[in-house]
DNA sequence: GCCCTTTTTCATCAGGTGATGAAAAATGAA
DNA sequence: TTCATTTTTCATCACCTGATGAAAAAGGGC
C-alpha cells in the first residue's frame, strides 16, 4: 500500500532488465544531488528534481519512495565507491610499506583518494562531497548518516596511526582527526570562498595545491599534538 | 505596502521605547537561532518560530519582514559581538607581544575567543556556532554571508601571520587559513560525531581539551607548511 | 496478435507555506 | 479622558508541498 511496496523491482516476467529504467534512475539520481548539494534536503522540492531530471513527478516517488528516501539514495551511491578506494588506498600503503610508515604517508593514502575522484571523477563527485560536508554539518540527523557510512574507514585510519605512533593515546588520534576531516570536507567542497578571500591568490578548484599542502599541515598537527599531551603526560 | 514598511520602529508618539517589544524581538530571534541552527534555513517554517517562541505568526513579519530578513537578523545579532571580541583579541595579542610574536600565540588569539564566548555564553552561542559552520557550507548564498561579515577578521589574521613569517607566501598563508577554519567551524558546532566515533574518548563540549590540541595543531600545519613551500621554491 | 508485466502519465488530495490587510488591544503623551 | 500611535491578534489568500491511485502507454515472451 504505501510507496515501498510501489518501487520497481527486477525480474517479472515483461521486461527481464533491459531497462531504460536504470538509465532514468540515474538522471533522477544526477539532478537530485546536484540539487540537494545546492540548496540542502528542504530547500529542494521533488517537483524540482523531476524538473531538472526531465520527469514525471509521480515518476520520482515510482522509482524512489519518500523524498528521504531518495535522499539516501543519492548519499549511498557513491559512499561504497567512496569507501573502497580509501581502504584500499591505506591497505595498499601499509602493505608497500610495511616497515616504514610515516604519519604523513598514512594521512596521504586516507585523503588522497577523495582529492583524485574530485580531480577525476567530474562534476557529480563535485557535487557529492558539498553533499557529504553538509550532512556531516547537520545535526538533527547528520551525524548518525555519517556515522553509518564513513565510521570503519576512519577507525582504519586511526588504527593505522596507532601502529605508526604506538606512544599517541586514542584520544589526541580522535581530536585530530577531528581536525582534520573540517580541513578536508571544506576543502572538497570547493565553496570558492577563499578565491575570494585571498584575492585571485588561490583556486578552491586547484586541488594540486591543496595536495602540496594538506597532507604536510595535517601530519605535523598530529605530531605536534602527539608530542605535547605527551611531554604534558610525562611531566604532570 | 511591503512587509518592511510595517516593521517597528521606535519614536512615534504613542510609546517611546520602554517597549515589551524589545524583549519580544529578542524571543523572536532566540526561537529563530535555535530551530534554524538545528534544521536549516528551508527546514524551519516561521510558524514553527512562532510556535517556539510563543507569539502570533503575524508578529515575526511585523517585526522582522520575510523569513530570510528574519534570518540574516538572527546572524547579524551575533556576528558584531564576534568580530569584536576576535580584534580585540589579537590586538591585545599584538601589543602585548610586540617583539615576540609566535605563530602559535597569533592563531591562539585568533581561535580562543570563540571557545571562550562558547563555553560561557550559554545555549545561545552554542547554537549560533551551528548556524555560522552551516552556512559556511552553503554554496549558494553561505559564501557572500561569509565574506560580508567576517572577512575583515581574517584579513587581520593573516597579516599579523606575514609579520611574524615575512618569508611565507599569501598563496600558502590562505591555503592554511582554510584548513584551520575547516577544523575550528566544525569543532565549534560540536556536531557530537567526536563523542560516538571515539566510543567515549573524547566529548565534543570538551572545549578544554580542544584548546590544549587545536592551537599547536594549526600552528604546526602553518609551519609546515611555510617551510616546505619555501624549500620547494629555493630548490626549483 | 495476445497477454501479463513494468513503466509513465494524469488528475488530484489533504495539508502546509509565506505573507498580508483589517480589526482589535494596548500604550502613554496631552 | 482623549486620541494618535504602536503592538498584537485574527482570518484569510494564493500558492506550493509530498504523496497517491487509477488509467494509459510501452515491452517483450509466447
New binding site residues.
Given amino acids: 500500500?504505501?510507496?515501498t511496496k510501489?518501487r520497481?523491482?527486477?525480474?517479472?516476467?515483461?521486461?527481464?532488465?533491459?531497462?531504460?529504467?536504470l538509465d532514468?534512475k540515474e538522471t533522477i539520481l544526477d539532478a537530485a544531488e546536484g540539487l540537494f548539494a545546492r540548496h540542502g534536503f528542504y530547500g529542494?522540492?521533488?517537483?524540482?528534481v523531476a524538473a531538472e531530471a526531465g520527469?514525471?513527478?509521480?515518476?520520482i516517488?515510482?522509482?524512489f519512495?519518500?523524498?528521504?528516501e531518495?535522499f539516501d539514495a543519492v548519499f549511498l551511491r557513491r559512499a561504497e565507491i567512496l569507501n573502497q578506494a580509501r581502504e584500499a588506498s591505506m591497505n595498499a600503503y601499509v602493505k608497500a610499506n610495511a616497515g616504514a610508515m610515516t604519519v604523513e604517508g598514512v594521512i596521504e593514502a586516507f585523503i588522497d583518494p577523495l582529492l583524485r575522484i574530485s580531480q577525476d571523477g567530474g562534476r557529480g563527485w563535485k557535487s557529492y562531497f558539498v553533499l557529504v560536508a553538509q550532512v556531516n554539518n547537520t545535526p538533527a540527523w547528520g551525524g548518525e548518516t555519517m556515522t553509518r557510512f564513513f565510521d570503519p574507514v576512519v577507525h582504519q585510519l586511526v588504527e593505522t596511526l596507532k601502529t605508526v605512533r604506538p606512544e599517541a593515546a586514542y584520544r589526541d588520534l580522535y581530536w585530530c582527526y577531528q581536525f582534520l576531516t573540517g580541513s578536508m570536507m571544506l576543502t572538497l567542497s570547493e565553496t570558492g570562498r577563499i578565491d575570494s578571500l585571498s584575492e585571485g591568490e588561490c583556486h578552491s578548484s586547484d586541488l594540486e595545491s591543496v595536495r602540496q599542502r594538506l597532507f604536510a599541515y595535517c601530519a605535523a598537527g598530529f605530531e605536534a599534538v602527539i608530542a605535547k599531551q605527551n611531554k604534558a603526560l610525562a611531566s604532570g
Fill in positions: 500500500m504505501t510507496a510501489s520497481a523491482r527486477a525480474g517479472g516476467r515483461g521486461r527481464p532488465s533491459k531497462a531504460k529504467g532514468l529542494v522540492t521533488t517537483r524540482q520527469v514525471d513527478t509521480a515518476l516517488h515510482y522509482y519512495g519518500a523524498k528521504r531518495l
